[in-house]
């Protein structure tokens, strides 16, 4: 089973940047990180799991909750199995645990981008999280 691991979370002040990752590992049963979209979800204490973002397997398609648009920006390598979430002009918002899914599904056809967005995507996979904690 490919499994997923967050890192790249911290301290940072309000205005500041970190760069998650997504690293997902070897392949299994035929399945390879490739083959999966991969989304960014947050969550605080007491509140609801929040999409954040999302790229589809190839990296030519992506997009983003209204939070995010503008600040956060999701891209892979999956020559290193890897997905990013850059967040730049973090605020005090932002803090909350981060989470990558995975998501294996090649039935949104050729247009993912509107596809996807008007859908409920099962994900297979979730990673253990990493905390994101941005000081004012």
């Known amino acids: 089973q490919v499994q997923l691991a967050e890192s790249g979370g911290g301290l940072v002040q309000a205005g500041g940047s970190l760069r998650l990752a997504c690293v997902g590992s070897a392949r299994t049963s035929g399945r390879t990180f490739s083959n999966y979209a991969i989304d960014w979800f947050r969550q605080t204490p007491g509140k609801e799991r929040e999409f954040v973002a999302a790229?589809?397997?190839?990296?030519?398609?992506?997009y983003y909750s209204d939070s995010a648009k503008g600040r956060f920006t999701i891209s892979r390598d999956n020559a290193a199995n890897t997905v990013y979430l850059q967040m730049n002009s973090l605020t005090p918002e932002d803090t909350a645990v981060y989470f990558c899914a995975a998501e294996h599904n090649w039935a949104y056809g050729s247009n993912w981008l509107l596809n996807r967005q008007s859908s409920t995507p099962k994900y297979d996979l979730w990673g253990q999280g990493t905390q994101v904690t941005v000081s004012s």
């Open positions: 790229i589809d397997w190839s990296g030519d398609s992506s």
